[in-house]
């Protein structure tokens, strides 16, 4: 079955304590995102990948990182957790260049 | 900048009424325009999209949403709602140009009434 699959799905952690949130995709995507959704803000991009090794900014970067070493993979790195970060957080990957989006079902983040 | 515009935080509706969902964008391109929907607890999925050609688009679960270039929107329609279409939408919009990203609404939230 073609999924985007992302762990954990929930998660309380620590300001400070660092932790990542896996993505894998199975449909041999080339483009991947990460978004983060707040109430009234809707989602919001944190970071895409473009192909592996490629990866860019997008409009809410502050405070994590990512990397893209293979193509199926394309985890959500926070280094030092804080509370501002508590959030739902969704993986999703694309065939194309702004195309559909396949979306994971979410990860929901709480930073004490 | 790209901005994507749901008027509507809240809308409630009786079952079998009819939907009709709000959307507007600014963006200096033509855009690929796009409603996703969100149950709860799930991932968003893809209810239509429009990328060029007919100006009505027809998506799943029943929906149609209509381009009207010269008003900036794309509002989505449904005819007869279910009790099961109660969800979060998110209008969204993107363009071929730059990097694959999409822009979203801040979502309108729909509760049907038996």
């Known amino acids: 079955e073609a999924q985007v699959t992302q762990n954990p799905r929930y998660l309380i952690t620590v300001t400070g304590k660092k932790l990542t949130v896996t993505c894998s995709q199975n449909?041999?995507?080339?483009?991947m995102s990460w978004y983060r959704q707040d109430p009234g803000l809707g989602l919001r991009q944190i970071y895409y990948?473009?192909?592996?090794?490629?990866?860019d900014k997008g409009d809410v970067p502050e405070g994590y990182k990512v990397s893209r070493k293979e193509k199926r993979n394309f985890p959500l790195i926070l280094e030092s957790p804080s509370p501002n970060q508590t959030s739902l957080y969704f993986c999703?990957?694309?065939?194309?260049?702004?195309?559909?989006?396949?979306f994971g079902e979410g990860s929901r983040l709480t930073v004490l | 900048a790209q901005s994507v515009t749901q008027p509507d935080i809240h809308i409630t509706v009786s079952e079998g009424a009819s939907l009709e969902l709000r959307c507007n964008y600014s963006y200096g391109a033509t855009p690929y325009l796009f409603w996703y929907v969100q149950s709860p607890g799930q991932g968003l999925q893809l209810l239509l999209k429009y990328f060029s050609g007919d100006t009505l688009v027809q998506g799943i679960k029943g929906f149609e949403a209509e381009f009207k270039r010269s008003q900036s929107s794309f509002n989505l329609r449904k005819p007869s709602v279910h009790w099961s279409d109660a969800a979060e939408y998110f209008c969204a919009v993107g363009g071929i140009q730059g990097a694959q990203k999409l822009v979203f609404g801040q979502g309108t939230r729909l509760t049907i009434n038996p």
């Open positions: 449909m041999n995507h080339e483009y």
């Open positions: 990948s473009m192909n592996v090794e490629v990866t």
């Open positions: 999703a990957s694309s065939p194309e260049r702004g195309g559909v989006l396949f």
